[in-house]
Each structure stands twice: as C-alpha cells, then as structure tokens.
C-alpha cells in the first residue's frame, strides 16, 4: 500500500478497588513538594500590541551545550524520580509490564528477489533485529542486529530498504532518539558492510535504481555552530550515491534554491522508469508531483501537479499510464489516473474508483489488481478493484480493527499485511491477490487471555454539536464507574486508529479503563475532520476532548475524580490546553514531548511545518488564536489544577524540550494547589522512535503508578 511516505499468568481480577484519600480535598493535606528554583528573566515581548512574558526563555538553551539548563534538567529528575519511587503499584506495574512486553514482535515483511526482509523482536531487546529469509517459509538468519552499538541501548536501526535483487540493503542509524539519520550499506550474502556512509539525513525516502548501482535520497545541508541541534531545517535535496563512492561525490537530482522551505521525497517506479518526487512545504498533504524519465538521455524534472494544492500519492503505474490517490475534488480521496504520453502542462486526469463514504486512506497495485485501504468510522475496510475501477471484492479481515500494509510488486501476487485492535496483538498474513487467501505468517503469542476484555465504539456530542467516536476497553468484569485513561491526538489528518498496545494492558488488567477518542483535527473522516480542527477552528479539538471527559462522567465510565489524560507531541499540546481550559474535570494529566509554547514553536527544528495546522506566529490573526490556548502562556494561578507528569527527552529534536522546560517551570511557579506538578526528563532520547524497550517499560510503569495514585485505582499485587 503506497501513500506519501508486537503462558497467561494468573491475575486477580476483580472490581477494581479505590484507594481511600485521594479525592481533591484529601490532596490538599498531603505535604508540599519542594521544587527546584528556576531563574526568571525579564523577558516581555510586544506582538501586535500584546506584552508577551517569557520568563523561563533561557530553558530554551540545548541541554548539551548550556551547563545551567542541563543543572537544572538534573535537579527537576531529582525530585521526580524521588516522588516516583514513592508510589505505590509502581514495581507491581513494571513486573508486569515486563512480563507483558517478553513477547515476539514482527514487522511486515518486503520482498525482493527470492529474499524476505523484516524486523523482529524477540521480546526484551531493546531495539528490533532486521532478518531475512530465503523463500517465503525459510528460516530467519539475522542480518544487523544494533543491540551492540550502544552500551545504554539507545542507538537504533531506522529506516533500511533492499535492492531490486535482494543483494543489498541501504539501512541508516538513528542515534539517542534524534530524527537525523547516517546511512551504510551491507551485502545480504556475506554480512560485509560497505566504505560507503551518507551523513546529514533527515526525514528522508530511499529508493534503489532498478539495477543496483545506487540509491536516491534526501538531505539538508551540514549545520553547524552553537545552534546546529536546534537549526530550522531547510534546503532539502534529492542526490543520488552510486556504490563504492564518496558523499561528496553524489549527483544532485532535484533541489528548488528558489523556495528552501520545500521538502523533497523520491520513489521509483516499480518498473524502474521513472523517479517519482513528492514535494511538500509543511504538514498538509498538499503536494507538487514532479517526475522524472530515467530511459532519457539526459534527466528532466517534470512538474505535473503543482502549485501544493491537493493530494497526490503515487499508487503505481502501467508503463506511462500513472495511477494516483488524490483529495482534488473529492475531501474523502479518490484514485484517478493520468496518461504521461500526453505532453500537457497539466495531464488530463481520468477518474477510475470515486470517493466513497468511507475515507480512502490509500492503494496501490499489487498483482494486476488496485488494492485500496478505507476508514470506515475508523474501522479498516480493504477493497479490490480492476486496473479500471470495476468492483473487484473485499480482502476478509480477521475481525473489526486496523489493517496495514498490503506493499509489493504490481505483478505478484503476493503480499502482506498486519492486523491489530486493542485487544489483539499485531498479527502478519499473507495474502494471495489471485486466490484472495490469507494465512498468518507471524502469530504472536502474549501473556494475556483477550477474551477476557471487551472493545466497543461509542459516538457522543461535542461542544457545538458534532458528532465524535470513541472507542472504550475495560474488562469484561468492570461494569461500573472506574479510573479511566482518556487519549487523544487530534491533528495533522492523523487518525487513531484501534491497535494493540502491551503497556495499556497493564492499566487494564488492573481495572482501570482506556478510551480513545477520535476528535476533529485528525483524518477520521478526511479533509473536512482535519480541517474542522486546526488554525482558526484549533479550539474544537479542545472542545471534542473536553466533551468526551464529560461523557465518560455523565455515563458512568469513570469515578467522579478518577479521570486522567493523555497524549503526546500534538497530543501533549491537546492535553496542555484542557487543562488550563477545564482543571477541574481531571484527576491527572500525562502530557508527553508537547508544543507547549505556541507563540515560538516554529523557530526550531521541524516546528515551521506546523504552520499548516497551528498558524503563523508572526500573523496577527494566527497570534490572537495561538495566544487564547498556547499552554506555556495560559497557566493560570487561582485554580486547582490535576496532578500533571510532564514527560520529554533532553535531546527530542522534533519538539525541542524546552516546550516542556518552559512549560513545567510555569506550572511549578503557579498557585494551582497542592498535587505535584512534575517533569520527568529522558536522557538520550528522542521523540520516541528509536526509544528502548526498558526506557517504554520504565516510562509506562512511571505513568500508570502516577495515574493510579491520583485516580484513585488500587494496584493489586500479581499473583
């Protein structure tokens, strides 16, 4: 599927039990924590006639390179971890988690030749192995194991792609959770692992020449001085690296001087003929297609679709004829096709399967047939066609969830696809295009019986009248109001979809409950959801969430006090915002690596591609709105607030950490009573790709016995 770019142990179950004292009013005897002092500075800033207070603007300073920010990193760890270790069920939770995380994870297999690559986790390793087999059924032999790199387990192996021919395979490193990327090659036979090494890449396609010579990607230009961890990144370049080379020998495929703020990804054709790039300037999926014939005699970029106007993914394509999913015309996607014979500025587009209810959430060609993936009320429905858009049949899923995958060759047919829900564990199948079979191909095997919970979605009101779905998972025992974890992300035309989480298992073995609300801002329902939830319309997503901590209450989900939220990055911003908005709605809140200061998120990193669903800072329009919910700026003394659990990482290049620095001094500085109100800073890592499988048991057993302490679940021991 193309689109641009995981022995039952017996447990006591029963009604969860509530641990007394821990209502609002008892929290206000317990003692005080002692917080570390954070320096305030006289930072004012004037925006469009608005003084604008930055007290903590010097938390801004990279941890590596400022000795006062690292300090002070290390006196917030201090008293978090201290408080942490304090909590009852922690080491109940961790115990647990470790047991419930000791299982084989696979990834979806990619074949070429004969050979079939995949990544696979034993259970406990830090980081995933990738293995390859020769046929189908073969047995696995491990091909780059990172396991070794690092002593603290940190260093992980990212994205890889093999040759045509299964001989090689392009892999890159990702060090200490960052986004950028080195990249090597290795010979599949021998193991041998090439001179060959690609530096500054980020956010990066790879992509073969059809007979093996070399690869395609994108890279920014060498940052360097004090602010080389946090530079904005622009002019991204596609190059080319033929093997047995040096870097600074690479071609220069494609690159646009004249707009350095456009990204570049590169496919090729699976026919070899064509390069396909994909250029973007922010979030939105608003794209310019540009092609490339790779059979002329000298290699002309092609511009097709322009002007970052609408969706285009490339969906495959017969010789010149291309096939593309696209939202033009059509906010819930379509797939059209476009003969690239015709030499017109703009090809004429032909219509082949039309918008549907559902969402098309991608296709491609997989054995003479256009395999298309729908959400269907965030359901996955998998469909066939012919290469025409005649109605072909559905692929029969295992039960009602997510189905991913679904790549391959347009003339094979075979490929693969996994297969989650909240209650079932990642499963691999095999499917055959032409008998229409699926048989498993990985089963993972956890220690937990799935009959046991019960899954259902749930639609309720938003503030303004919208409807919104929400999923709820408890066990099939726990019929009465119990603490429950409400998570979010609601943005960026990303939808939370059902999938199996082993951490959350742990929460729900222990009575509490999960649910997961799919709110506007996210692609649940196409352009017009995500549009409903950002720039101007951002408050709705806050609405949506609110709405939903409302219903669980008014329905008996959860205990009065017993509501905690979560979420992460732009889900760390939704729960930054609800609670400075509604305080007393909740009992904890969990939010992880968020934009918290939205007044100057988009002067690091990759913050200025957020501009398509934030706004600009530097507009009045966008300011006045950034302003009203920024999470940084809007804590406000006078209020009880939850007890908070900031998480972030010290070296997160995606969402600096200074976003939560900032934002957890505010907090600790306010009089928003008695519950702790803390940080706890990872130490290299990232934003979370590439994190250990000990730091996600630590973190989760952090968060649950946080959880538990303030919504009031009482951790039984395991038996």
């Given amino acids: 599927m193309r689109r641009a770019l995981l022995t039952l142990l017996p447990l006591l179950f029963t009604t969860p039990a509530f641990a007394a004292g821990q209502s609002m009013e008892a929290a206000a005897a317990m003692p005080k924590l002692t917080y570390p002092e954070t320096r305030k500075v006289d930072q004012v800033d004037e925006q469009f006639g608005v003084k604008v207070a930055d007290p903590y603007r010097w938390l801004e300073n990279d941890v590596r390179t400022d000795p006062e920010v690292a300090a002070w990193v290390a006196a917030e760890n201090k008293v978090t971890n201290a408080y942490l270790a304090s909590l009852p069920g922690r080491d109940i939770f961790k115990a647990r988690l470790k ?6 994870r696979f990834g979806l297999p990619e074949k ?3 050979r079939y690559f995949y990544n696979h986790n034993s259970g406990l390793q830090n980081q995933a192995v990738l293995y390859v087999r020769d046929g189908v059924n073969g047995e696995g032999r491990i091909l780059i194991d990172p396991n070794s790199w690092s002593k603290d387990g940190a260093t992980a192996l990212a994205e890889w792609v093999p040759s045509e021919d299964g001989s090689k395979v392009v892999y890159s490193i990702q060090d200490g959770g960052t986004d950028w990327r080195t990249l090597k090659v290795l010979d599949v036979a021998t193991g041998a692992i090439a001179s060959d090494t690609i530096e500054w890449v980020k956010f990066s396609a790879f992509a073969w020449a059809k007979d093996g010579s070399g690869f395609y990607y ?3 230009p060498v940052a360097t001085g004090e602010k080389k961890f946090q530079a904005l990144n622009e002019n991204q370049k596609i190059y080319f690296h033929k093997l047995g080379t040096a870097q600074s020998a690479d071609t220069l495929i494609y690159a646009t001087p004249e707009t350095p703020r456009r990204n570049h990804q590169v496919q090729v054709t699976d026919d070899g003929k064509w390069l396909v790039i994909t250029t973007t300037e922010g979030t939105d999926n608003r794209y310019e297609m540009t092609v490339i014939d790779l059979a002329a005699p000298k290699l002309a970029p092609r511009t097709i679709f322009k002007g970052l106007e609408n969706e285009w993914s490339y969906a495959g394509n017969q010789g010149f004829n291309f096939f593309w999913v696209t939202n033009k015309d059509a906010p819930r996607s379509r797939i059209v096709s476009t003969n690239l014979a015709v030499r017109s500025a703009v090809p004429p587009i032909v219509e082949i399967v039309p918008q549907d209810k559902a969402v098309l959430d991608g296709a491609g060609i997989v054995g003479g ?5 729908y959400l269907a009320d965030v359901k996955t429905e998998v469909r066939r066609f012919s290469l025409d858009g005649k109605s072909d049949g559905v692929v029969a899923l295992p039960g009602i969830g997510k189905a991913a995958g679904f790549g391959g060759e347009a003339d094979d047919p075979e490929t693969f696809y996994s297969f989650t829900s909240f209650a079932t564990p990642t499963t691999i199948y095999r499917y055959d295009v032409k008998t229409g079979q699926s048989t498993p191909w990985a089963t ?6 799935p009959s046991l919970f019960d899954v259902s979605q749930r639609f309720y009101t938003s503030k303004d009248g919208t409807r919104v779905p929400m999923f709820v998972v408890r066990r099939k ?6 603490p429950t974890l409400l998570y979010a ?8 979809t059902p999938s199996f989480s082993a951490t959350r298992i742990a929460w729900l073995e222990q009575g509490g409950v999960l649910a997961v609300a799919n709110i506007r801002g996210g692609g649940e329902y196409g352009k017009e959801w995500h549009d409903g939830g950002r720039l101007a319309k951002k408050q709705n997503v806050f609405d949506d969430f609110i709405a939903a901590g409302e219903y669980l209450k008014a329905e008996g989900v959860t205990s009065k006090d017993g509501l905690v939220i979560q979420g992460g990055s732009n889900g760390g911003l939704l729960v930054g915002a609800v609670t400075n908005q509604r305080p007393d709605l909740f009992a904890a809140a969990l939010p992880a690596v968020g934009v918290m200061d939205m007044l100057r998120f ?5 913050g200025r591609y957020w501009v398509d669903d934030y706004g600009y800072p530097s507009k009045e329009a966008d300011f006045r709105t950034l302003y009203t919910y920024s999470p940084y700026h809007n804590v406000k003394s006078g209020k009880p607030y939850p007890a908070i659990l900031v998480a972030t990482a010290d070296t997160d290049d995606r969402v600096v950490p200074g976003h939560s620095f900032k934002y957890t001094a505010a907090l600790q500085a306010a009089d928003i009573g008695d519950r702790p109100h803390l940080a706890r800073i990872e130490t290299r890592a990232g934003h979370g790709s590439g994190k250990p499988t000990d730091k996600i048991i630590a973190e989760a057993a952090d968060d649950w016995a946080f959880a538990a302490k303030w919504a009031g679940l009482t951790v039984k021991p395991l038996q």
């Fill in 602 to 606: 988009d002067r690091w990193t990759a």
């Fill in 489 to 496: 992300y609601g943005g960026f035309n990303i939808s939370m």
């Fill in 444 to 449: 993972p095997k956890v220690a937990f019986d």
């Fill in 477 to 482: 025992d726990v019929t009465g109001p119990a």
């Fill in 99 to 104: 047991q419930l995380m000791d299982y084989e």
């Fill in 369 to 373: 047939k256009l395999i298309a993936s």
């Fill in 112 to 114: 070429k030749g004969n």
């Fill in 218 to 220: 994108s890279r920014f």
